[in-house]
C-alpha cells in the first residue's frame, strides 16, 4: 500500500531531514521532487498543484519551531499537508437515535460492494450492534448467493427475495424486516453496472426514498486508479452521498485515488478495506495513513490490532514464561497464531515506526509463519512442552517428515528457539520486563539487527527515539500510553 509513493517522497525529503539551513533553492528542489512524486502516482493534477503550493509556502514562510531544525520542519509540514489532504480528522458512522441504522451501498460492480456489506456487518458488531443484511441486487443472482454466503461464515442474517422484485421493493421490505425482528444496524447492498447509467442511478433514489438511509456510503476501488476519482464524482452529481469506502488499498501501490478523491469530491473517507479477510476493514484515520507513508509508521492501528486480536491476560503470562525461561513451543505457537489473526506481516511490519526504510530491500516471507506452526504441530504434545526430548535425531526426522519439511529446517528452528529462550532468561534475570516473544526465526531475510527508531512518531506519540514526525511528539519506544476508545 503507497509503497511506490512513499519511497518517491522519502528520497525527496531524505535531502532536507538532516539539513542545518533550508535555502529557497533546497524549498524549490524537495517541493519540485514531491510534485513529481504525486503525478506519479496518479494523483489529481490540480490536487498536485495545490499540495505542492501549501507546502512551499508554508516552507518559506514565517513557521518556525525551536524543538525542530528545518530540515524536520519541512518533514512535519509535509505530513501535515498529506493528512489535510486525506481529510484531516477520521470521519465515523452516526448511528440513528430511533433503530435501526441504515447504511446503503452504492457503486459500480467490481468495486467489491457485496464484500464490504459483509466487512461492514463485522465491524458493526464489534461495536455492539446486530447487523442485518438486505440483498437488493436483484439483476445478478450471484450477488444474492455471495452476501448469502457472506452471513452465513459471519452468523449475520440475509434478506433476499431473488431476482423477481424491483430492488427498491427488497429495500423498503427488508429494512422493515430488520426493525421488526430487532435488529439494529440494516446494511443494503444496492445494485451496480458496469458503467454508469441513468437508469442505475434513478433506481438508487428509489432505493434511498423507500429506506431512508442514516449513511450512504460510495464503494470505490482504488486499484483502478483516476478512474474511481471520474466515478466518484459522477455519483455525487447525480445521487450524492455522506461518504466513501476504498477497496483494495492493499493492492494499490501509487495511491492516487486515496489522495484525490476527498479534495475532488469534498466527501470524507469513512473506512477503508486493506486485505481479503472479513475483519481487514476499520475507519480511515488521515493521519495515520500519512505517518505510513512517510515511514513513520502507525503505531495507534497496531495496538488496537493487538488489542482486538490478541488475549491481554495470555499474552501477558506468556510474557512471563518467557521472561522466566519457561516459553513453550505451545506458547510459541499460541502466539504465532494470535500474529496471523491481526494480518500480513509485511503490513504489520510497516506500522512499526521506523521500518519503512529498513524493509526496503528485505524480503518478509508470511508463508514462514505456516511453515514454522506446520513444524510446531508436527510435535507431540511432550516435545512441544519439553524441547529437550528433540536432541534425539529421529525424532525432528519424523517432525520433518509430518511438516513437509527438512530435518535441518526442524533442527535449526529448535536451536534458535533455544537461543532466544537463554537469551530472554538473561533479561529477565537482569530486570527486563513486559518483552513479548519475537516473529520466528527466518521471518525477515536480510534485516538490519539493532535498528535505529523511527523518525518521529505518528499519530499517537509513535514508538522509536527518532525526532521529526508531526505535531504528535515521538516516544521512546517500550513506553505505555493511556488513550481513550470510543
Same mark, same amino acid.
Given at each position: 500500500?503507497?509503497?511506490?509513493?512513499?519511497?518517491?517522497?522519502?528520497?525527496?525529503?531524505?535531502?532536507?531531514?538532516?539539513?542545518?539551513?533550508?535555502?529557497?533553492?533546497? =524549498?524549490?528542489? =524537495?517541493?519540485?521532487?514531491?510534485?513529481?512524486?504525486?503525478?506519479?502516482?496518479?494523483?489529481?493534477?490540480?490536487? %498536485?498543484?495545490?499540495?505542492?503550493?501549501?507546502?512551499?509556502?508554508?516552507?518559506?514562510?514565517?513557521?518556525?519551531?525551536k524543538a525542530l531544525s528545518p530540515g524536520q520542519q519541512i518533514v512535519k509540514i509535509v505530513d501535515e499537508e498529506l493528512t489535510n489532504l486525506m481529510g484531516g480528522q477520521a470521519s465515523k458512522l452516526t448511528y440513528a437515535s430511533n433503530p435501526p441504522t441504515v447504511v446503503m451501498l452504492e457503486g459500480l460492480n467490481g468495486h467489491g460492494k457485496t464484500t464490504t456489506a459483509g466487512k461492514l456487518a463485522l465491524f458493526a458488531r464489534k461495536q455492539g450492534k446486530h447487523p442485518y443484511l438486505v440483498a437488493c441486487d436483484t439483476y445478478r443472482p450471484a450477488a444474492i448467493e455471495q452476501l448469502e454466503q457472506i452471513g452465513k461464515e459471519l452468523g449475520v442474517p440475509v434478506y433476499s427475495e431473488g431476482t423477481d422484485p424491483k430492488p427498491d421493493e427488497v429495500a423498503g421490505r427488508g429494512v422493515k424486516a430488520a426493525k421488526d425482528e430487532g435488529y439494529d444496524f440494516a446494511i443494503v447492498d444496492t445494485a451496480g453496472r458496469q458503467v454508469m447509467d441513468e437508469?442505475?442511478?434513478?433506481?438508487?433514489?428509489?432505493?434511498?426514498?423507500?429506506?431512508?438511509?442514516?449513511?450512504?456510503?460510495?464503494?470505490?476501488?482504488? =486499484?483502478? !486508479?483516476?478512474?474511481?476519482? *471520474?466515478?466518484?464524482?459522477e455519483f455525487q452529481g447525480y445521487t450524492d452521498f455522506d461518504g466513501m469506502v476504498l477497496t483494495k488499498l492493499d493492492g494499490d501501490a501509487r495511491g492516487g485515488a486515496a489522495l484525490s478523491v476527498v479534495q475532488v469530491t469534498g466527501r470524507p473517507v469513512k473506512f477503508a478495506s486493506e486485505g481479503e479477510k472479513m475483519s481487514e476493514f476499520?475507519?480511515?484515520?488521515?493521519?495515520?495513513?500519512?505517518g505510513r507513508i512517510l515511514g513513520m509508521g502507525d503505531v495507534l492501528t497496531l495496538i488496537e490490532k493487538a488489542e482486538t486480536e490478541m488475549d491481554q491476560d495470555e499474552a501477558e503470562e506468556q510474557s512471563k514464561k518467557l521472561m522466566a525461561g519457561k516459553f513453550t513451543f505451545e506458547d510459541f505457537l499460541s502466539q504465532m497464531q494470535m500474529i496471523k489473526k491481526m494480518g500480513p506481516l509485511s503490513g504489520l511490519m510497516s506500522m512499526i515506526p521506523g521500518m519503512g526504510k529498513q524493509l526496503k530491500? %528485505?524480503?518478509?516471507?508470511? $508463508?514462514?509463519?505456516?511453515?514454522?506452526?506446520?513444524?510446531?504441530?508436527?510435535?507431540?504434545?511432550? *516435545?512441544?512442552?519439553?524441547?529437550?526430548?528433540?536432541? $534425539?535425531?529421529?525424532?525432528?526426522?519424523?517432525?520433518?517428515?509430518?511438516?513437509?519439511?527438512?530435518?535441518?529446517?526442524?533442527?535449526?528452528?529448535?536451536?534458535?528457539?533455544?537461543?532466544?529462550?537463554?537469551?530472554?532468561?538473561?533479561?529477565?534475570?537482569?530486570?527486563?520486563?513486559?518483552?513479548?516473544?519475537?516473529?520466528?526465526? !527466518?521471518?525477515?531475510?536480510?534485516?538490519?539487527?539493532?535498528?535505529?527508531?523511527?523518525?518521529?512518531?505518528?499519530?499517537?506519540?509513535?514508538?522509536?527515539?527518532?525526532?521529526? @514526525?508531526? $505535531?504528535?511528539? !515521538? @516516544?521512546?519506544?517500550?513506553?505505555?500510553?493511556?488513550?481513550?476508545?470510543?
Open positions: 500500500m503507497f509503497e511506490t509513493l512513499g519511497e518517491r517522497l522519502n528520497t525527496a525529503l531524505d535531502g532536507v531531514r538532516s539539513s542545518g539551513n533550508l535555502t529557497e533553492d533546497q =524549498v524549490k528542489k =524537495v517541493t519540485r521532487e514531491i510534485r513529481m512524486a504525486l503525478l506519479e502516482a496518479a494523483v489529481n493534477y490540480a490536487v %498536485v498543484k495545490e499540495f505542492v503550493g501549501n507546502v512551499r509556502e508554508r516552507a518559506t514562510g514565517a513557521e518556525v519551531s437508469e442505475m442511478m434513478e433506481e438508487l433514489k428509489r432505493v434511498r426514498a423507500v429506506t431512508k438511509p442514516t449513511s450512504v456510503l460510495l464503494v470505490l476501488d482504488v =486499484v483502478t !486508479g483516476q478512474n474511481s476519482v *471520474e466515478v466518484a464524482q476499520d475507519y480511515f484515520y488521515p493521519d495515520r495513513m500519512a530491500d %528485505v524480503q518478509i516471507d508470511d $508463508n514462514m509463519l505456516g511453515r514454522v506452526e506446520a513444524m510446531i504441530t508436527s510435535m507431540t504434545t511432550a *516435545e512441544r512442552r519439553n524441547p529437550k526430548l528433540l536432541q $534425539n535425531p529421529s525424532r525432528t526426522r519424523r517432525i520433518a517428515r509430518g511438516s513437509g519439511s527438512t530435518q535441518q529446517d526442524v533442527q535449526k528452528l529448535i536451536k534458535q528457539f533455544s537461543e532466544m529462550q537463554k537469551m530472554m532468561k538473561q533479561m529477565g534475570g537482569k530486570g527486563g520486563k513486559g518483552a513479548q516473544a519475537g516473529l520466528p526465526p !527466518g521471518m525477515m531475510k536480510g534485516l538490519p539487527q539493532g535498528g535505529q527508531g523511527g523518525q518521529g512518531g505518528n499519530s499517537g506519540n509513535g514508538g522509536g527515539s527518532g525526532k521529526g @514526525g508531526n $505535531n504528535r511528539k !515521538g @516516544g521512546k519506544g517500550g513506553k505505555k500510553r493511556q488513550r481513550s476508545r470510543k
